[in-house]
């Protein structure tokens, strides 16, 4: 029975870390929304350039906001595949 019960907990841990985006790679970047050539970009604070997708953050250019998604590194440069997004306060 105790086995079994501490099966079901690191099952639930395992859950709750995959649902807060700890292993699932979700990454947050904090950044200022711009229009560019390449299309919506976000570029960080940390003097990275991320190419928006996922969300439509047209009407957010000139902003800072938090960005929270998966990143991924191709050809084109780096993609942020938006989940969420909030405006940061200055």
């Known amino acids: 029975?105790?086995?079994a019960m501490k099966c079901i907990a690191v099952l639930l841990v395992f859950g709750l870390l995959t649902a807060t985006g700890v292993i699932a790679g979700e990454n947050s970047i904090t950044g200022t929304?711009?229009?560019?050539?390449?299309?919506?970009?976000i570029s960080a604070a940390d003097g990275g350039t991320y190419i928006v997708k996922g969300k439509d953050l047209?009407?957010?250019v000139g902003q800072t906001v938090k960005a929270i998604g998966t990143l991924d590194e191709g050809q084109s440069g780096k993609t942020l595949t938006v989940i969420s997004v909030e405006p940061v306060q200055k």
Not at 33 to 41: N, P, S
Request: hydrophobic residues 35%.
């Open 1 to 3: 029975m105790k086995k």
């Open 33 to 41: 929304v711009e229009k560019t050539d390449q299309g919506i970009v």
């Open 58 to 60: 047209s009407e957010m």
